[in-house]
């Protein structure tokens, strides 16, 4: 749909508000439950923008939820997905908008074409409702639909589709005992069309420490890093997909002066892939062969080898209601030894228990025995402290848990932005 919402309804002349009494706690506005994540989930923005419904924040009080889900376009922007879902009296209700932003657009212009879109949808649902007099509509001359993918014939495109960018950085700090200097770049081409996505990324990093440590000579580290990675695939059937991974790099940290890997690889979706961003169930495998070349000598007496690889990931993760969920699962093993393998499991929750009421929680384990490239050497005691060398492992993990309680009123349609960076932090140098 990208802007095709638009030619029929303009952003600023969307309605005319209802007085502002009825707009706290007045029945007869839809009341919204707004569930986002992501990029423009600027909830205050939409309350200010659409003061003609009622913003609550139990989904228990509400007529409507709706779920913002996005992701990115082959052209730099992003895609919206609002899927509208009819709650209590109105369960049954169902509604699915598209909005696509530029990639040239400011944050306020994606902000005013997702508030366009929202105020369309919540019109359409007052018209499915029976409810009169909600909003006044201002039409626009029609422009021509856009689609996701112009052709040729629609508009010439000198640059065929790809996307290029540009990024660099310089840091410097320090004080009497230690400096830090971290310079880094990076540069990518992208095209996506409906049959192809090709990512073309680069980078190189450099850095240098210096720190002084009492009676001994100072510690110096120097390096540079640098990767240049390739990812094509091609869409092969309407759930499946093929193509490559491929990379040349350099990493000091884990011992390797440079490495060239090519990857083949193919994925299995079981929904459709337009459904992604609310759920997702994919079967990813790839093999391939990769070539090293060691700064130090590694732990099995190597200084350079090529050795294959294969590994296999599962990926679940759904937007519902309810909350969101997630699970992933991937397995590797270099082919020459079975016994050398990497197993990760990682998951997260977010789940709605009562209104108000909501727990989540994020892990991860993993069971390392592939890190051939450790160097054979000791690594000092700075090394260690900084964490500037790949360390031997067997086991890794990680967890979070937590709860999020709300009560009170359950109506948050006034934004009042005074005061709004008053008294922040509370530094310990005061």
Request: charged share 25%; hydrophobic share 35%; aromatic share 12%.
């Amino acid at each position: 749909m990208r802007r095709s919402l638009f030619f029929a309804v303009t952003a600023l002349g969307l309605l005319a508000a209802p007085p502002v009494a009825a707009q706290n706690g007045d029945g007869a506005l839809p009341r919204i439950f707004f569930d986002c994540e992501g990029p423009n989930c600027n909830s205050e923005y939409y309350r200010t923008e659409i003061d003609w419904v009622n913003w609550v924040r139990d989904r228990q009080d509400a007529d409507l939820h709706v779920i913002v889900t996005s992701q990115n376009t082959g052209a730099g922007g992003r895609e919206y997905q609002l899927d509208i879902l009819g709650v209590g009296a109105h369960e049954g209700y169902e509604d699915q908008v598209r909005y696509s932003s530029l990639p040239t657009d400011t944050e306020r212009e994606s902000l005013d074409g997702l508030t366009g879109t929202l105020g369309l949808a919540f019109a359409r649902f007052a018209n499915e409702a029976g409810i009169r007099g909600l909003v006044e509509v201002m039409g626009r001359r029609s422009a021509p639909a856009e689609a996701g993918v112009v052709s040729a014939e629609e508009v010439e495109d000198p640059w065929n589709l790809w996307v290029f960018r540009l990024n660099g950085s310089a840091n410097f700090d320090g004080e009497d005992t230690r400096e830090n200097t971290r310079i880094n770049s990076w540069v990518s081409a992208n095209r996506v069309s409906p049959t192809w996505k090709i990512n073309l990324f680069a980078n190189v990093n450099y850095s240098h420490r210096r720190i002084e440590i009492t009676d001994e000579p100072d510690f110096t580290d120097e390096r540079t890093d640098y990767s240049f990675t390739q990812t094509v695939a091609y869409t092969l059937a309407e759930h499946w997909s093929v193509g490559f991974r491929s990379e040349v790099r350099r990493m000091v940290s884990a011992n390797q002066d440079f490495r060239a890997e090519f990857s083949p690889a193919i994925e299995y979706s079981f929904f459709p892939y337009e459904d992604a961003t609310r759920r997702a169930f994919t079967v990813y495998y790839q093999v391939g062969a990769a070539y090293r070349d060691y700064i130090e000598e590694t732990i099995f007496g190597e200084l350079s080898e090529t050795r294959w690889e294969q590994s296999l990931e599962v990926e679940f993760s759904q937007r519902q209601p309810w909350g969101e969920a997630g699970l992933t699962v991937r397995g590797s093993h270099f082919l020459h030894d079975l016994d050398l393998y990497n197993v990760n499991l990682q998951g997260d929750i977010d789940f709605r228990i009562v209104r108000g009421f909501s727990v989540n929680a994020r892990g991860n384990v993993g069971w390392v025995n592939d890190q051939i490239y450790l160097s054979g050497e000791d690594a000092t005691s700075a090394e260690e402290l900084l964490d500037l060398v790949r360390r031997g492992q067997s086991f890794t993990y990680g967890m979070q848990v937590g709860f999020s309680l709300q009560f009170g009123s359950i109506y948050n349609n006034v934004v009042n932005n005074r005061f709004g960076g008053g008294g922040g932090g509370g530094g310990g140098g005061r």
